[in-house]
């Protein structure tokens, strides 16, 4: 099958050195009458075997995942749509910051408003959305999350679009009440979309996502306060020192997840160290844990506007770096064909095999 | 119902278990009568019409079709045990071995892509199938993630998620599954699930009795999965054939995953209030 990848074969013997021990074979066959030594190793040996200990000759048991690169970008714009809606309403409960309301407002509806064009995007065929909300099935974390982009973008439109007319037509009950309710219930359904994409990964079959199904949800949590916060900060709103302490917050988190994703070392977890997985993963932690964490406590205590910014930047890109890296990671741990077999010997086997062609 | 008759008493006749009679049907597949000549895998493809699949060589084994797919419902695995190479003789235990088995999708007592699939498109059929409806699937392809067999893939020209339909059309009409059908040696058994499974033991036991010791059943009925409607016999231990010695339904796993989800979410709102908590009302 032409899209099943073929396993990696091993360094090669050049040609030249097999043929050089067959003639040694040879010689010593016609001298001694018999040759005790082993042959020759063949052009692309070992060859993948089918056996217990190295599974269908390391053809990956599992299908990797088939979502295009759209869908880590709407991990990424969710996540931070919903964190949005949250600070939106809090900002409006709590503080007198009418811009920075009306800023996060129109962030999370800009997220409602694109992260489903992200989604028809993946599908190819923009009515085929609709059979989504065709049912709603609580057990599929796909769909749960499908009428939560739904709701969200409703009510993250309507408080928008309430809070616009706000400022046209006054600050009257109807329109207030309608912003300050679709928000609430923007910031709700904002919590959930902004989480569950952890759920909707951590519960597959791709052994890296499932090692981390506790862990997913708190990280794509954080990562996408993290990038809502830098995000109404980059939009102007330096002075906040509530999106300031959010940021440290969320950095801080952030690197704790850092290190529990690096400490933890088996052969379930190699993609998330290893390979263009792992270098993405990793720069994704560092550019949104421990560097934008450093510039925030920095610009907190010399008042340098600058790091904040920078760590703005960082945080978003690290974000960013982080839903493709863990996507990609997914990909590496389908190919890997031990780790759902459980061929635990399958180090020896290949260092073994290693040895043979030295 | 009233065209189906005359094929269904066609398929009563035959002695096959019908779709209609309400009886729970299986696949056994007995790797040791398998003689590796892929009928099963060009009769699926004729009945259903399913697409060429690429001319690729492995450059390993004669397989070279290597997993089932979206273009691939029955896929003859090939278990080629070669000699050591430069120590090669003719004892019986340094002879080449060579073991078959055709793989389908296992049709699991509890689908992880069934339970997965946000649109309702993947069904049980009342025979036991697992059963992908394509003008009702919307290739959100997340069934592909949620297959711990590594069975269902989308066509990335169709955009849909496809896979062994089990037939569900022949039987229907009380025909049996168009691999058991093509099957020469009858390494495809097709019929009711405990007759099967009964089968099977039966089956089990002769061969131990003429001395095949490492003949196993694979069907994993102690894991999450709860065993599968398309079980095997194969020699050897299973995972040469890539059959994962424990799958699991990833549905278990949800509950942690929300309850994290909860706490997340919570504490999201909490230090968000927190921080603007300290913030002056101006």
């Known amino acids: 099958m032409s899209r099943v990848p073929l396993p990696e074969i091993p360094a090669r013997t050049p040609d030249r050195e097999s043929e050089k021990r067959l003639s040694e074979i040879r010689r010593e066959a016609l001298r001694r009458g018999a040759v005790n030594a082993p042959g020759v190793t063949p052009v692309g040996a070992p060859f993948p075997k089918a056996s217990a200990s190295t599974g269908y000759y390391g053809i990956p048991m599992l299908k990797e995942p088939q979502w295009t690169k759209e869908v880590p970008l709407y991990f990424f714009v969710g996540g931070a749509a919903g964190a949005a809606a949250v600070v939106a309403s809090a900002a409006s409960l709590l503080t007198d910051d009418r811009a920075l309301v009306r800023d996060a407002r129109l962030v999370a509806a800009a997220g409602g408003i694109i992260s489903p064009a992200l989604l028809i995007s993946d599908l190819g065929v923009p009515s085929r ?8 099935k609580l057990q599929s974390p796909m769909s749960v999350g499908a009428w939560t982009l739904a709701a969200f973008g409703t009510f993250s439109g309507a408080a928008a679009f309430a809070n616009l007319a706000r400022e046209h037509v006054g600050d009257v009950l109807p329109v207030r009440l309608l912003e300050n309710l679709s928000g609430v219930l923007a910031s709700a359904t904002g919590t959930v979309l902004s989480t569950y994409t952890g759920v909707l990964i951590g519960a597959t079959a791709i052994p890296v996502w499932n090692d981390h199904v506790v862990t997913l949800p708190h990280h794509f949590a954080a990562s996408g306060v993290n990038s809502a916060v830098s995000i109404l900060e980059l939009l102007g709103h330096d002075d906040s020192r509530a999106l300031h302490l959010l940021g440290i917050a969320a950095s801080a ?30 720069a994704g932690g560092i550019l949104s844990g421990p560097v ?3 510039l925030r ?5 010399t008042g340098n506007e600058k790091m904040r910014r920078v760590a703005c930047w960082s945080s978003m890109i690290g974000s960013l770096l982080t839903r493709f890296g863990w996507v990609q990671a997914g990909h590496a741990s389908a190919r890997d064909h031990r780790v759902p077999l459980k061929l635990s010997e399958a180090q020896e086997v290949r260092k073994s095999s290693q040895e043979l062609a030295a | 119902m009233s065209t189906v008759p005359a094929i269904q008493q066609t398929g009563k006749s035959d002695g096959h278990v019908n779709g209609h009679d309400g009886k729970i049907t299986a696949f056994f597949t ?5 003689i590796g000549c892929k009928a099963c895998e060009v009769a699926c493809k004729e009945w259903n019409q399913i697409s060429e699949d690429g001319y690729q060589w492995s450059s390993f084994s004669y397989d070279n079709t290597m997993a089932v797919g979206h273009s691939t419902w029955r896929h003859v695995k090939f278990v080629e045990t070669p000699t050591t190479v430069g120590l090669g003789g003719n004892a019986a235990g340094e002879l080449q071995g060579w073991g078959f ?34 003008d009702v699937c919307n290739g959100c392809s997340y069934c592909v993630v949620s297959c711990p067999f590594g069975v269902v893939e989308k066509n990335p020209e169709d955009g849909r998620a496809f896979k062994c339909t089990f037939c569900s059309d022949r039987q229907k009409a009380g025909l049996k599954p168009a691999c058991a059908q093509a099957c020469p040696t009858e390494s495809i058994k097709f019929g009711e699930i405990s007759e099967l499974r009964a089968e099977a033991h039966d089956r089990l036991e002769q061969l131990k009795a003429r001395g095949v010791d490492d003949a196993v059943i694979y069907d994993p009925v102690d894991t999450s999965v709860k065993g599968i409607h398309a079980f095997f016999l194969v020699r050897g231990d299973p995972r040469a054939y890539n059959l994962p010695p424990e799958p699991e339904i990833p549905t278990i796993y949800q509950k942690k995953a929300w309850k994290s989800a909860a706490v997340a979410a919570g504490a999201m709102l909490g230090a968000t209030l927190l921080a603007f908590l300290g913030e002056n009302r101006r």
């Open chain 1, 129 to 136: 959305f609709l059979n989504m909300l065709r049912v709603f």
């Open chain 1, 253 to 282: 988190f952030e690197v704790y997840e850092g290190i529990e994703v690096e400490s933890k070392r088996n052969i379930v977890n190699e993609p998330l160290h290893k390979g263009l997985s792992g270098a993405m993963v990793r």
């Open chain 1, 292 to 294: 934008p964490l450093a």
């Open chain 1, 297 to 301: 406590v920095g610009a907190l205590m």
């Open chain 2, 30 to 34: 007995d790797s040791t009568l398998c």
């Open chain 2, 101 to 134: 088995s055709s793989d389908v999708c296992k049709h699991c007592e509890q689908a992880g892509c069934l339970e997965a699939c946000p649109t309702g498109a993947i069904v049980r059929m009342e025979f036991g199938a697992v059963f992908v409806q394509p």
